[in-house]
């Protein structure tokens, strides 16, 4: 349930979206999915594009966002059809079953927006280390019961030094798994996000601080991925997207940090055939069957699309996104 003082409009700011609407391509009667429904920031805008007649379908794992969803794509309810659903990427063939037919939609079009909400960022959800709040982090709060907290208090040092490299790229990993581990044996529980900053600080030396973003920042993406499961969510939950395309149907992804925009690339290229070759020097390379998949994509976008310096400006959270596209091949 959203707290009493919570306005519609400040739970998302939608990123990159003159980009997203020329690559999804909405236009009136097309069925929509939007992995990523927050808010509705892109969803109404969407919803406008495909009406009427048009299906949209919003997936999410954050029941609070789906409430605000639902609010915010009310006016539209009697020119198109709108489903949300609560749950994972991994659930999304599920979601496309429709719920008077039993049939499968296919998807003219789909829009992932990865990353956190303005909303969860700013409202004591454990996401963000510029205020003093509990160290929750989960995306879906009514059914991931592990907590960063927990997580902290119950993972050995070693462990949370691959989970800040592998997640977070983080080179002072040890360090602060080091730090976190000292204050374990102390006999504290890490129970704030201000507690987990301050070890960090203090772990890494003030010269190495980075220029562009807090020194934090790495610690809190890699716990965030961890808790919940970010990266193997996206991986099955891009490929169910893409089976589920329709042909001349278009998959649109935004990303926010290398691991998600690597996985993204890497996907994309896979299915559309790019995938590399064996070495020339190996058995597969005698082999006279074509040892490339079959595409099933077109890429739409060589190279990641980014915001403008006037949209960085005017949303600072923009500033690390970066767009590919891809359509499903009749």
């Given at each position: 349930?959203l707290?009493?003082?919570?306005?519609?409009?400040e739970?998302?700011?939608?990123?990159?979206?003159e980009?997203?609407l020329?690559?999804?391509a909405?236009s009136p009667?097309?069925t929509?999915?939007?992995a990523?429904e927050?808010g509705?920031?892109h969803s109404r805008?969407i919803?406008?594009?495909?009406?009427p007649?048009?299906?949209l379908i919003?997936?999410?794992?954050d029941a609070?966002?789906?409430?605000v969803?639902?609010?915010?794509l009310?006016e539209?309810q009697s020119?198109i059809?709108?489903?949300?659903?609560?749950?994972?990427?991994s659930?999304?063939?599920?979601?496309?079953s429709?719920?008077k037919?039993?049939?499968?939609?296919r998807?003219d079009?789909?829009l992932?927006?990865?990353?956190?909400s303005?909303y969860q960022?700013?409202h004591?959800?454990?996401?963000s280390f510029?205020?003093?709040?509990?160290?929750d982090?989960?995306?879906n709060r009514r059914g991931n019961?592990?907590?960063?907290?927990e997580l902290?208090a119950?993972t050995?040092e070693a462990?949370?030094?691959r989970?800040?490299?592998?997640?977070g790229?983080?080179r002072f990993?040890?360090?602060i798994?080091r730090r976190?581990?000292?204050?374990?044996?102390a006999?504290?529980?890490i129970?704030?996000?201000?507690?987990?900053v301050?070890i960090?600080e203090?772990?890494?030396?003030r010269?190495?601080w980075p220029?562009?973003?807090?020194?934090?920042?790495?610690?809190?993406q890699a716990l965030?991925?961890?808790?919940?499961?970010e990266l193997?969510e996206l991986?099955v939950?891009?490929?169910?997207?893409?089976d589920n395309?329709?042909?001349?149907?278009?998959?649109?992804?935004?990303?926010y940090h290398?691991?998600e925009?690597s996985i993204v690339?890497?996907?994309f290229?896979?299915r559309?055939?790019?995938?590399?070759?064996?070495?020339?020097?190996?058995p597969a390379?005698?082999?006279?069957?074509?040892?490339?998949l079959?595409?099933?994509?077109?890429l739409?976008?060589?190279k990641?699309?980014?915001?403008?310096?006037?949209?960085k400006?005017r949303?600072?959270?923009?500033?690390?996104?970066?767009l590919?596209?891809?359509?499903r091949?009749?």
């Amino acid at each position: 349930m959203l707290p009493d003082d919570t306005s519609v409009d400040e739970f998302h700011i939608p990123v990159l979206v003159e980009p997203v609407l020329f690559y999804l391509a909405p236009s009136p009667g097309k069925t929509i999915l939007d992995a990523t429904e927050g808010g509705a920031g892109h969803s109404r805008l969407i919803a406008a594009a495909i009406s009427p007649g048009g299906t949209l379908i919003g997936v999410d794992r954050d029941a609070d966002a789906l409430e605000v969803a639902g609010l915010r794509l009310a006016e539209y309810q009697s020119s198109i059809q709108i489903i949300l659903h609560h749950c994972e990427f991994s659930k999304i063939t599920d979601a496309l079953s429709d719920r008077k037919t039993g049939a499968a939609f296919r998807l003219d079009g789909c829009l992932f927006d990865l990353g956190v909400s303005s909303y969860q960022l700013d409202h004591g959800l454990g996401f963000s280390f510029r205020r003093d709040e509990h160290l929750d982090g989960r995306l879906n709060r009514r059914g991931n019961d592990r907590t960063v907290a927990e997580l902290l208090a119950t993972t050995s040092e070693a462990e949370l030094a691959r989970i800040f490299w592998d997640f977070g790229q983080e080179r002072f990993s040890r360090k602060i798994a080091r730090r976190i581990a000292e204050f374990k044996d102390a006999g504290s529980r890490i129970e704030t996000t201000g507690q987990l900053v301050r070890i960090v600080e203090s772990a890494v030396p003030r010269s190495a601080w980075p220029r562009d973003i807090h020194v934090a920042t790495r610690v809190f993406q890699a716990l965030r991925i961890e808790v919940n499961g970010e990266l193997d969510e996206l991986r099955v939950g891009l490929n169910a997207a893409i089976d589920n395309l329709a042909p001349a149907g278009r998959i649109v992804v935004i990303c926010y940090h290398s691991l998600e925009d690597s996985i993204v690339k890497s996907t994309f290229a896979k299915r559309a055939g790019k995938a590399p070759g064996p070495s020339g020097f190996s058995p597969a390379a005698l082999m006279t069957e074509p040892t490339n998949l079959k595409p099933e994509l077109k890429l739409l976008t060589r190279k990641p699309v980014t915001p403008d310096e006037f949209e960085k400006q005017r949303n600072i959270r923009s500033r690390s996104a970066k767009l590919r596209a891809a359509e499903r091949i009749a």
